[in-house]
């Protein structure tokens, strides 16, 4: 009876050392366990321009590419406006090429001909004002057909003059100043041109990123301003999970050190990760995530990276992370 008395006891020591050795153990464990949040790179895929959305192209879980359209706004008034202006374009274009191209051969033949009229004109204008002024200094004419035949002399010699210099100017093209002037139209035509196209441009909106839709905002043929988001979008291949550790185990982590990683929605599966990033600066810790008294430790925040090839881990989703010596 003793004998059994002596083996129980001995029985219960060593359960109770087991128990103990158990519990360090896992406080051992449990002090390489750090617990954070799945995060992944996102964009918002946003408008350029203000105005009704005419499609809406991707759907929250949809998978896009980089480059994808993901919606259009309608925008009627800038068609228009991109028509009226090509059209300016064009004539400004024309009336350029007209000056630099000169007169053409009929414009230069109807100036000299019309030089070659008020030539004539004018020799005759100048016989009659000669003959009269010999009349009526003879007495043969009055005054007023002297003065008459000197108007017409005058006259005459004024449209021949301006005749022989209009007939200069087609002769001579554009002036440079004309040039300058109808190419700096050009240019500007071109630029207003080029404006209006590039707003037309905006009314189409692609994805940022080779990713999944997370969330959709709005719905075709809803209104929207310019820079609202319509699309989140997160590129789940890019995936790590953001934890603290305290300056006192600081040391244990560096670049490149291997982790796993778990989650309570996969339980059994490890994800292999790898630290990414330690943070330069330390922090408190976050409010969330330990007690009261353990905020009052500086910690440092580190990004582990994590194989999410198979799309499993999603952002927000709460994950462990270990460490092994």
């Not at 350029?48 to 259009?72: D, F, W």
């Not at 004309?178 to 209006?196: N, W, Y």
Request: hydrophobic fraction near 40%.
């Amino acid at each position: 009876m003793k004998r059994i008395r002596l083996l129980a006891a001995g029985i219960i020591v060593a359960v109770l050392i087991g128990a103990a050795g158990y519990n360090y153990y896992r406080q051992q464990e449990t002090a390489k366990l750090y617990t954070g949040t799945i995060e992944v790179t996102k964009a918002d895929v946003t408008t350029k321009s203000s105005g009704y959305i005419k499609e809406l192209l991707l759907s929250e879980g949809m998978h896009a590419t980089k480059g994808q359209l993901a919606a259009r706004i309608d925008r009627k008034d800038l068609l228009i406006a991109q028509e009226r202006d090509r059209a300016a374009l064009k004539k400004a274009e024309a009336q350029l090429r007209d000056l630099e191209s000169g007169a053409r051969p009929a414009e230069r033949k109807e100036a000299a001909a019309n030089s070659a009229f008020m030539q004539a004109a004018f020799e005759k204008a100048a016989k009659d004002y000669q003959r009269f002024e010999q009349l009526y200094q003879g007495g043969a004419a009055s005054r007023q057909q002297f003065d008459n035949a000197k108007e017409s002399y005058d006259a005459t010699a004024a449209q021949l003059s301006a005749s022989r210099e209009r007939e200069q100017l087609v002769n001579d093209g554009a002036r440079e100043e004309q040039l300058i002037a109808a190419r700096a139209e050009v240019g500007r035509c071109q630029a207003l041109l080029r404006a209006t196209e590039n707003d037309i441009e905006d009314t189409f909106i692609y994805s940022p990123l080779d990713a999944m839709v997370l969330t959709k905002n709005f719905e075709a043929g809803e209104y929207v301003n310019a820079g609202s988001d319509l699309l989140t979008v997160a590129d789940l291949s890019d995936c790590w999970v953001k934890i603290y550790i305290p300056s006192t185990e600081l040391g244990r982590v560096s670049v490149g050190t291997l982790a796993e990683v778990r989650i309570d929605s996969a339980p059994g599966q490890v994800f292999p990760g790898r630290v990414r990033e330690i943070s330069e600066n330390a922090e408190y810790t976050p409010h969330q995530s330990i007690t009261r008294n353990e905020r009052a430790n500086m910690v440092f925040a580190v990004k582990v990276a994590v194989d999410n090839d198979a799309g499993v881990l999603k952002p927000g989703m709460p994950a462990d992370v270990s460490f092994y010596d």
